[in-house]
């Protein structure tokens, strides 16, 4: 596996062209069911509207669309940068393939400011063990090649294809090599467990994404250690669509994102 020198970007070669493009290539080693992990899709689109940007913001808020059937190699990527007022900036983002759009994303920037409003977080972080104290689980890389980008210690709720009664999961979770918690890859570690209908199955079915939000509850830039606890469930499932709603929060109980995925169901 290619070593992680830097930031996101750098794992994907992602560099600039001319006119608001940019190129990248996402290796096999990204590669999830069928094609590219959609986390890391994700995370890609995220860091490059941050590089594409004139301002110098932290993430608040990221809205993907996957519109095709990517392949993991090559992409082609297109921002349009809108300046609203002196605080925020959305930066529009598509991704193409052999002149085909297969994935887009509006970013929002924001600067932070002081309001007379205290600070307040309504999800804490359940209690579960320490990090070390739960054991290592890894999604099978001959299947998910992508599991082998993540070290992952459950640390509550049932197993993925477990037969279980909840449809949920909880663990502790960081990326191999290690990169900086900032948006891009907490994008990729919203996406790094199975779907939240996982736990209920006892065979794996194709639950694709076909959108992800992402809100940042906190200025990255604090960076916070990993491993990161991420709980993800399912909200709801029927007529062949599933929503998960996934949490991740540091080592001291901060929230760090959220983030809501609209799946499709296959099986």
């Known amino acids: 596996m290619m070593k992680l020198t830097g930031r996101l970007g750098a794992e994907f070669a ?22 590219p992990h959609g986390g890391a899709l994700a995370g890609l689109l995220i860091e490059t509207a941050q590089r594409a ?31 609203v007022g002196r605080s925020t900036t959305i930066l529009d983002v598509v991704a193409e393939q052999n002149g085909v759009a297969v994935a887009a994303a509006s970013i929002t920037l924001g600067a932070a400011s002081t309001t007379a409003i205290a ?32 070290v992952i210690r459950p640390a509550a709720g049932p197993l993925p294809l477990s037969g279980a009664d909840e449809a949920m999961m909880c663990a502790w979770i960081a990326l191999d090599p290690a990169l900086p918690l900032d948006a891009p890859s907490l994008a990729v570690l919203a996406d790094a467990l199975p779907p ?4 209920l199955l006892t065979a794996p079915v194709a639950v694709p994404t076909v959108t992800l939000s992402l809100q940042l509850h906190t200025d990255t830039a ?21 929503v998960d709603d996934t949490d991740i929060w540091d080592r001291d109980g901060v929230l760090l994102a959220t983030a809501r995925q609209t799946r499709r169901v296959l099986g």
């Open 119 to 150: 600070a307040h977080s309504a999800r804490p972080a359940p209690t579960v063990a320490a990090p070390q104290e739960c054991a290592l689980f890894q999604l099978p890389p001959q299947i998910v090649p992508v599991g082998a980008h993540f």
């Open 196 to 199: 939240g209908l996982f736990p």
């Open 14 to 35: 992602l560099t600039a062209a001319e006119s608001g493009r940019w190129h990248a290539v996402v290796d096999d080693s990204w590669r999830g069911w069928t094609g």
């Open 222 to 242: 604090r960076r916070a250690e990993a491993p990161v606890l991420v709980r993800a469930a399912a909200v709801s499932a029927g007529d062949g669509w599933t």
């Open 53 to 83: 940007s004139t301002r110098d913001q932290p993430v608040r808020a990221a809205e993907i669309r996957f519109l095709g059937r990517p392949a993991t190699g090559a992409f082609t990527l297109r921002t349009t940068e809108h300046v």
